[in-house]
């Protein structure tokens, strides 16, 4: 996204930035709702059905009084643009709704990402605002320290951490895991086929191991989480079933210093 800038770096950028936001709304734990963010911040959020995607961003751009101080490091946040609202279709599931707001939210925020990085985003690839709004919202719903803190103290059970995070979908909630213990792989498979996979931190995951296919299995025949070790390898499943749709996510850890089991980059 930015190559130039160290992973540590960028992150520390996107961690500043959501410890702001929160802060300007005055957010002191979990389930974060984006919609309470966005008002805090002095944002409008509106239905717009028309429009093709789930929401956007939408600033009028007003001259700044003489002598206002654009020098704040937290100015773009605490201060938006005159009339800033987010456009926002209708959508059942409130998880979507929730992440289309908190992208926004990230849109509206990504100034101070490349602020804090001392990039020109006139001078940054195209894609580069967008991954940041992703990355943005993704943190927003799932706060670095709070996140952590609470996957390690349950263990990262799925479903104890989705009670907790109620307005992150399941999905967001596991993908985020791999920003942390470095021995993680997460598969989703929808409808019996495998459908994402990935290991921490950009490591190339093996093929699916005959114990992860017999949790996932297992879970997906019998709609119960499922776990399993074996050779090092700890494997759980959790089903995520609605009426014409069985989603499963798998989670694997190296459990010991058996050796590598990812192929670095």
Excluded at 8 to 30: C, G, K, N
Aim: hydrophobic fraction near 40%.
């Amino acid at each position: 996204m930015l190559p130039e800038i160290p992973a540590e770096q960028f992150a520390a950028a996107l961690d500043d930035t959501i410890d702001a936001v929160l802060r300007a709304a005055s957010i002191q734990a979990p389930p974060i709702d984006a919609f309470a963010a966005a008002d805090a911040l002095g944002i409008v959020v509106a239905r717009d059905d028309d429009q093709h995607g789930r929401a956007r961003y939408v600033r009028l751009r007003m001259p700044r009084a003489r002598g206002a101080n654009g020098g704040g490091r937290e100015s773009l946040i605490i201060e938006p643009p005159a009339k800033a609202s987010i456009l926002l279709r209708a959508d059942p599931r409130h998880e979507r709704r929730e992440w289309a707001v908190a992208h926004e939210l990230g849109e509206h925020a990504a100034l101070h990402v490349f602020q804090r990085l001392g990039v020109d985003p006139r001078e940054a690839p195209a894609a580069a605002r967008e991954s940041i709004a992703n990355h943005l919202a993704s943190r927003l719903l799932l706060p670095t320290s709070w996140f952590q803190r609470d996957g390690r103290g349950c263990d990262w059970d799925l479903l104890a951490l989705k009670q907790r995070y109620a307005t992150a979908s399941h999905e967001l909630i596991a993908r985020r895991m791999l920003d942390f213990e470095s021995t993680t792989i997460v598969t989703i498979c929808d409808q019996g086929r495998v459908a994402f996979r990935r290991a921490a931190f950009g490591r190339r995951p093996p093929t699916l191991s005959p114990v992860e296919n017999d949790c996932w299995q297992a879970a997906h025949r019998c709609g119960q989480a499922d776990r399993r070790t074996h050779r090092g390898l700890q494997v759980r499943a959790w089903p995520i079933h609605e009426p014409g749709w069985k989603r499963e996510i798998v989670r694997t850890e190296l459990c010991d210093d058996s050796g590598d089991y990812c192929d670095s980059d």
